[in-house]
């Protein structure tokens, strides 16, 4: 590995639900939209991954995970200049951001006022949160309460926005898996996409699980509604894996036996 870039993210997750389903970003012109994308990604090179600010030295910086006092919030114009094109035009389309409460403010911590981006700023605060349970063996339970100590951070030492689920009140996370206490499902994509992270599946995969099962209702095939997303994740990966295993027993056999069948017409 290369030690240059140990431990750093060098990338952030983008569900086309999340973009396609924004009320908010909706209500925006295709030019805001096409600004907005631009912020995401020059977000993702500050101090504070997802905030909008600069060092007292005037450099930026790109390793910083941590809101600290050596930092100060980018002036509008500053983030304008980040961005190629019109300084007019530019100007214009974040103020259009702004008033539909896409580009948002930080209330209160170090940064107090600073613009930021809060799908990047919450995803690296669940990250940080997940690598700091992996240290504890994975399970956050070994260290007590450490991911509620840690949502429950100032925002001078980790960014203060909780990442929540997009679903209703009725859902709640436990040892990050999504539960439902009102019976089961539905679940969306990115909390299937977050629970099966977790326990190592890939997206392609949880993609599959999540359409699968929302077309079914969120109910197995037993005809219980799924109520423990982390639950049922590990439970379908280990026997989709002997399904397809089995499936591909099936193929074989029946290969093997079209060819013999084949053979002895040969013979006739």
Known sequence: ????????????????????????????????????????????????KGVFSRRLNGGLGRVETKLKPSLTPLKLEEIANLIRGNTREKMRLLQELIANNVLKRLADGECAGAFYVKRIYEDMKLRAI??????????PNLSGHLVEN??????EQTPKQIPTPSSSSSTST???TYTHADGGGPFTLC????????????????????HHF????????????ITNLGSALTYWRNHQYQFEKHNFREVKNETHKRDYQSAELGFR
């Not at 997940?130 to 399970?139: I, P, V």
């Not at 840690?150 to 925002?155: A, I, R, T, Y």
């Not at 099966?196 to 699980?209: H, L, V």
């Open 130 to 139: 997940r690598a700091e349970a992996g240290k504890q063996g994975g399970n």
């Open 214 to 225: 929302n077309a079914q209702g969120w109910v197995r095939s037993n005809g219980l509604k």
């Open 174 to 176: 436990s040892n990050n």
């Open 191 to 210: 909390q299937v996409m977050d629970a099966a992270a977790m326990i190592g599946i890939t997206p392609d995969k949880a993609e599959e699980f999540f």
């Open 1 to 48: 590995m290369d030690k240059k870039n140990s431990g750093k993210a060098p990338s952030y997750q983008m569900y086309p639900k999340d973009w396609n389903e924004d009320h908010d970003l909706k209500m925006c012109s295709f030019a805001a939209e096409g600004l907005w994308i631009r912020l995401v990604n020059t977000s993702f090179e500050m101090p504070v």
């Open 150 to 155: 840690l949502l429950n951070q100032n925002p």
